[in-house]
Nanobody
Framework: QVQLVESGGGLVQAGGSLRLSCAAS????????VAWFRQTPGNGREFVAA????????FYADSVKGRSTISRDNAKNTLYLQMNSLKPEDTAVYYC????????????????????WGQGTQVTVSS
């Protein structure tokens, strides 16, 4: 089993920045992919960004591309999401997720292919 714990959410004004963190523990050797998704009330989880746990491939949703950066620190078993130029429409609960290997890479965008999820952290962007 893998446990994921997010932190770093909060209230920020439009145009501001936040860095979300996701600490992984347990059988981290099972992790091949990590990702961030977000969810607003009444809607399903939306893909935000993903990367391989070993580094290299990066995937971003068009809605955050150019404003957000996903990264990880393997020594700390931690995943990050740096979000800049935040907009009110970025308001959501943000979840980190982890999973094993999948192919093709389009599946990185599919929440159903992730086995492990954190509890979520709220991000609120005021206008």
């Amino acid at each position: 089993q893998v446990q994921l714990v997010e932190s770093g959410g909060g209230l920020v004004q439009a145009g501001g920045s936040l860095r979300l963190s996701c600490a992984a523990s347990g059988r981290t050797s099972d992790i091949v992919r990590v990702a961030w998704f977000r969810q607003t009330p009444g809607n399903g989880r939306e893909f935000v960004a993903a990367t391989t746990w070993s580094g290299g491939s990066l995937f971003y949703a068009d809605s955050v591309k150019g404003r957000s950066t996903i990264s990880r620190d393997n020594a700390k078993n931690t995943l990050y999401l740096q979000m800049n130029s935040l907009k009110p429409e970025d308001t959501a609960v943000y979840y980190c997720a982890a999973g094993g290997a999948v192919w093709p890479t389009i599946l990185y965008y599919d929440q159903r292919t992730y086995n492990y999820w954190g509890q979520g952290t709220q991000v609120t962007v005021s206008s």
